[in-house]
């Protein structure tokens, strides 16, 4: 089973980017579609995008495309999320794990706050 650790969450303000890290245990991880969700203060969690073992990113939710960028490295079992042109209405935690919402392990997320 994949465990995961989120990291480089922060303040920035909007129009700003930042880069998010995943890094992911289990010998099972290089054929797993992975992916990133949030959670905006107050509403559920969401799916964010999603990359598939073979490194193609295959869906992004409407309000990050062209924006966001999804992306992994096998070798380093590791995920990556780099943000641009961040917007107020980005901020939540954001957290990683498994492209099957139902099962994932969740870790501590971090946390992505956009000042306007």
């Known amino acids: 089973q994949v465990q995961v650790v989120e990291s480089g969450g922060g303040l920035v303000q909007a129009g700003g980017s930042l880069r998010l890290s995943c890094a992911a245990s289990?010998?099972?991880?290089?054929?797993?579609?992975m992916a990133w969700y949030r959670q905006a203060p107050g509403k559920e969690r969401e799916l964010v995008a999603i990359?598939?073992?073979?490194?193609?990113?295959?869906y992004y939710v409407d309000s990050v495309k062209g924006r966001f960028t999804i992306s992994r490295d096998n070798a380093k079992n590791s995920i990556f999320l780099q943000m641009n042109n961040l917007k107020p209405e980005d901020t939540g935690v954001y957290y990683c794990?498994?492209?099957?919402?139902?099962?994932?392990?969740w870790g501590q997320g971090t946390r992505v706050t956009v000042s306007s």
């Open positions: 990359i598939t073992p073979s490194l193609i990113a295959n």
């Open positions: 794990g498994t492209a099957n919402a139902r099962t994932t392990p």
């Open positions: 289990g010998s099972l991880f290089s054929s797993i579609a």
